[in-house]
């Protein structure tokens, strides 16, 4: 992803294939576009609010189109059990979106990924990498790859 435009542009595309149930796990760097993807996919959705990290609140929820969408951000979490403690663990369901930044802070209690994305930096912009964990992320995957750009 050469810029943020093209990151939120790849969320836009990545909204019109994500069906309820699936979990996705967003690791990167602070600042590498694990907010900027989300907003995205967001505004894919059709959601024109104001879309902000949860690094303070640790969840928010966006009730757009179809979707019960989670963004979690679990950067401030000191120990994998504050998932447990939070109760996190009944948003993880066949209803419900799940977007995770931070996921490695819970880990060994979040469900298993369906789609791990990757964000690294690269020269002036970022390198995406996408993974399927699952049969639900490997059919995701494919409906985004056989979408033209």
């Given at each position: 992803m050469p810029d943020e435009?093209a ?13 309820p149930g699936l ?7 602070l600042?590498s ?7 995205g996919?967001l505004?894919?959705?059709?959601f024109?609010g104001r879309v902000?990290?949860p690094?303070y609140?640790l969840?928010?929820l ?5 979707l019960?969408?989670y963004?979690?951000d679990f950067?401030?979490?000191h120990?994998?059990g504050?998932w447990?403690?939070?109760g ?5 369901n066949?209803?419900s979106?799940?977007l995770v ?13 369906d ?5 690294d ?8 990498s996408v993974r ?5 992320g490997k ?6 790859m056989q979408?033209p750009?």
């Open positions: 435009a990151t939120s542009a790849f969320g836009a595309r990545l909204a019109r294939v994500i069906l979990s996705l796990h967003l690791h990167g760097d600042g576009g694990k907010t900027t993807l989300v907003r996919l505004r894919g959705l059709g024109e902000k990290s690094t609140n969840v928010e966006y009730t757009v189109s179809r019960n969408l963004h979690f950067y401030r979490f120990d994998p504050e447990r403690d939070a996190f663990d009944e948003y993880f066949d209803a979106v799940c930044e931070w996921p490695e802070k819970a880990e060994g209690l979040l469900p298993p990924a789609l791990d994305i990757d964000f930096f690269s020269g002036d912009g970022r390198d995406l399927a964990g699952t049969d639900s059919a995701c995957l494919n409906r985004l979408m750009p």
